[in-house]
C-alpha cells in the first residue's frame, strides 16, 4: 500500500519568506499526490494535486508543488508566505480506483511577523 | 454551492458511552468517506461507500464502530461502546465519484472527547 512522510512536524517562517514543505512518498506506480491545508477548527482545503504531465503545478494561494519521481518526492513550496498561510499542512497519495488517499501527519506552519 | 456538513461539531461522553455522528455531503456526489484524525497525525481512512454501498471499511474497528448511508445521500457513523483512545476528530468527505483523480471535499470534523 501507498504511505506519505512529511519529516518535518513544526516549521517557523518569517512573514514574507519563502516557504518549502516536504513530502516523500512511497508507492509502486505512478500516484496521484495532493497537498491540503487545515485551518485551526476547520476541515481540509484541497491547495493542488498531480496525476500527469507537467511535474511543476499550480495551485491556490500562490502555492505550487514539484513532483521529483527519482527522489519519491512532492515538495510544496511558495515564494512569499503571508500571516494567514499559517495551519497545518498535509500531503497525501491517492492509488487505485477507489481512491483510496492515505496522508501524511502534517507540517505545522508558523509565521512570524 | 453547500459544503460537506456535518454535526454535532463537537461531543463529550463518558467512556464506555455511546455517540453518533451525522454528515451530509455535498449534492450529487457519489461517494462518502469518514475519517479518524487523532492530535498530531493526519486523518486516517475509516470507511468509503459509493451510493450506499461500502467499499473500503478495511481499517474500521467493527467491534465498536458502525456506520450507515441507507438513502446513498447522508450518513451517519457510530461507535458503541466508547473508549478513551477513540478521542479524536471525525472528519466526513465526498467526492464525485470514487474515482482517484476526484477531488475530496472535507467537511469541518466532530471533535470527540471521551473521558
Known amino acids: 500500500a501507498q504511505s506519505v512522510t512529511q519529516p518535518d512536524i513544526h516549521i517557523t517562517v518569517s512573514e514574507g519568506a519563502s516557504l518549502e514543505l516536504r513530502c516523500n512518498y512511497s508507492y509502486g506506480a505512478t500516484p496521484y499526490l495532493f497537498w491540503y491545508v487545515q485551518s485551526p477548527g476547520q476541515g481540509l482545503q484541497l491547495l493542488l494535486k498531480?496525476?500527469?504531465?507537467?511535474?511543476l503545478v499550480q495551485g491556490i494561494k500562490g502555492f505550487e508543488a514539484e513532483f521529483k519521481r527519482s527522489q519519491s518526492s512532492f515538495n510544496l513550496r511558495k515564494p512569499s508566505v503571508h500571516w494567514s498561510d499559517a495551519a497545518e499542512y498535509f500531503c497525501?497519495?491517492?492509488?487505485?480506483?477507489?481512491?483510496?488517499?492515505?496522508f501524511g501527519a502534517g507540517t505545522r506552519l508558523t509565521v512570524k511577523p | 454551492e453547500a459544503g460537506v456538513a456535518q454535526s454535532p461539531r463537537y461531543k463529550i461522553i463518558e467512556k464506555r458511552q455511546s455517540v453518533a455522528f451525522w454528515c451530509n455531503p455535498i449534492?450529487?456526489?457519489?461517494?462518502l468517506y469518514w475519517y479518524q484524525q487523532i492530535l498530531g497525525q493526519g486523518p486516517k481512512l475509516l470507511i468509503q461507500f459509493q451510493n450506499n454501498g461500502v467499499v473500503d471499511d478495511s481499517q474500521l474497528p467493527k467491534d465498536r464502530f458502525s456506520a450507515e448511508r441507507l438513502k446513498g445521500v447522508d450518513s451517519t457513523l457510530k461507535i458503541q461502546p466508547a473508549k478513551l483512545e477513540d478521542s479524536a476528530v471525525y472528519l466526513c468527505?465526498?467526492?464525485?465519484?470514487?474515482?482517484?483523480?476526484?477531488?475530496?471535499?472535507f467537511g469541518p470534523g466532530t471533535r470527540l472527547t471521551v473521558l
Open positions: 449534492s450529487g456526489h457519489a461517494t
Open positions: 497525501a497519495v491517492g492509488a487505485g480506483n477507489n481512491n483510496d488517499m492515505r
Open positions: 498531480y496525476f500527469s504531465g507537467d511535474t
Open positions: 468527505a465526498s467526492s464525485l465519484t470514487g474515482a482517484s483523480y476526484n477531488e475530496q471535499f
